[in-house]
């Protein structure tokens, strides 16, 4: 059995993509929970969430003791309100359209490359239900190609961090019948061109700048967002959906196991008070309550009231500590899309930071990789040293709130038990030297050549952390745990 509290909110979104795609149209009967159940390899109680979230969100009826029936409607898509539409703040929409191109384009370019015969053949049936007759439909069906091509990534967090940019929410308004009918002729041409031979990335370039130049560049192409749109207030709660209460504690009690087996705990060592790791992780007094409590059950931590929490002097119990794979899985998966993140997109972002950056910044930051090299940590600091130094640099807000997610996410590494360690020197100098070497190169004034080292650099990290994880063994968990295949199919 999968990882229920996990899976709820993956089940939702897959269930809703297919409703608000047309796969699952108005007047469908869903199956029955019990086929649902053994369709998704969860429990009845996960399958009733996600039922009742489908009902809240207005694309199912449902009845008790009857199959639940969907009741949104896409082809009236030409009916929405546009009263309650607005434009797009100047400022806002332009710092997210550039937050999309660099984050965008890598994973529609990676995602383009992965795709199979079979995947073609689904892109075709969106391609040919597109109407250039209805407007307002036509442009909300193409972004369920786009949106296809980044899913078909397999990568959650992107698809969460895309989202968040607000696209799904934007209207498109022109009066040019001739300019979708070409839009759609262009779309069939690159499927049916691509099932013969997988498009070269030159190829593929040249057809999104065409299409760029046939929509978004056009004078008469206007877009209108809800009120609350992030083209109108920006990019907001992007860190809502990224965890259960169960992950929550569970990050704060892995991270104590991952500092402790890194040597940075010793036995007998006092730990954070719990105002202290409130404020640390980010999280409730009832959340640092239940990870300590975990942490005593297994001999790990010693609690008393009144004089602190202490790292167990019981070398045994440190040393034969036993978590669920399936919950060090859920961590790993979010890393593991955390690191491809970073090495599709990190090239763009580095390219803009070095255009903006001052020389003294790349001066502290040569320092601050020279004093990590010095100090001998356990673990390699490098590339967060190097991911924190982009992040406070970029110069777009959504993007920078987005690295800022990602650079969260990039710390989960040390939780993981026996993923970091001690050990594998040889690959810490080399991750601290490509580093190093990269802000060496963009102190001497050559922006591409440190954009294009930092992209190298975390690729090789990304490859090391997967190695690992095989080695270790959590890999097929993981895999058990997330088949990402239900993000596109």
Not at 97 to 114: Q, R, V, W
Not at 130 to 140: E, G, R, S, V, Y
Not at 334 to 345: A, K, Q, V
Request: neutral net charge.
């Amino acid at each position: 059995m999968k990882y229920d509290t996990y899976q709820y909110d993956r089940i939702f979104e897959i269930l809703k993509h297919k409703i608000e795609s047309g796969r699952m149209p108005k007047g469908t009967v869903l199956p029955s929970f019990v086929d649902l159940c053994r369709e998704y390899k969860v429990s009845n109680k996960t399958i009733r969430r996600v039922v009742a979230m489908l009902a809240d969100a207005g694309l199912i009826k449902t009845k008790e003791r009857q199959l639940s029936v969907v009741i949104y409607d896409q082809h009236n898509g030409d009916n929405d309100s546009v009263d309650d539409l607005q434009e797009p703040d100047g400022l806002v929409m332009t710092d997210i359209l550039k937050t999309a191109e660099i984050l965008y384009y890598p994973f529609i370019c990676h995602g383009i490359s992965l795709c199979g015969k079979n995947d073609w053949d689904i892109l075709e049936r969106i391609a040919r239900q597109l109407d250039p007759k209805l407007p307002t439909l036509f442009w909300k069906k193409t972004k369920l190609i786009w949106r296809f091509f980044i899913a078909r990534c397999e990568n959650e967090l992107s698809l969460h961090i895309i989202d968040a940019l607000g696209f799904l929410g934007v209207e498109y308004r022109e009066n040019n019948i001739g300019s979708r009918i070409t839009y759609q002729r262009t779309l069939l041409d690159f499927i049916q061109k691509s099932r013969v031979e997988v498009p070269a990335s030159e190829t593929i370039k040249e057809f999104l700048a065409y299409i760029h130049f046939i929509t978004i560049s056009r004078e008469d192409f206007q877009c209108y967002v809800p009120a609350d749109s992030p083209f109108r207030v920006g990019v907001q709660g992007l860190n809502q959906w990224m965890k259960t209460a169960e992950e929550r504690y569970s990050s704060v009690y892995l991270d104590i196991l991952g500092l402790i087996a890194i040597g940075y705990y010793q036995p007998g060592d006092r730990l954070p008070s719990h105002a202290q790791m409130q404020k640390m992780y980010g999280v409730s007094v009832n959340t640092t309550t239940q990870a300590v409590h975990c942490l005593q059950k297994w001999g790990v931590v010693e609690a008393t009231r009144g004089r602190g929490i202490f790292v167990s002097r019981n070398i045994k119990a440190l040393n034969s500590i036993s978590v669920d794979p399936q919950l060090i899985a859920s961590h790993i998966r979010r890393y593991l899309d955390c690191l491809e993140l970073i090495s599709l997109t990190v090239e763009g972002v580095a390219c803009h930071v070095a255009a903006h950056v001052s020389s003294e910044h790349i001066q502290e930051l040569i320092q601050r990789l020279d004093e990590a090299k010095i100090s001998g940590n356990l673990y390699q600091p490098a590339p967060v040293i190097l991911l924190e130094f982009l992040t406070e640099h970029i110069p777009y807000e959504s993007l920078k709130t987005i690295y800022t997610i990602i650079l969260k996410n990039y710390r989960i590494g040390r939780k993981i038990p026996k993923l970091i360690n001690s050990g594998n020197r040889s690959n810490k100098s080399e991750i601290h030297r490509r580093c190093a070497e990269a802000a060496d190169t963009l102190l001497g004034g050559d922006q591409s050549a440190f954009a294009k080292q930092a992209a190298k650099m975390f690729e090789y990290t990304h490859q090391l952390i997967i190695k690992e994880c095989k080695r270790l063994g959590y890999w097929n968990t993981v895999q058990d745990l997330y088949d990402g295949s239900q993000l596109w199919k």
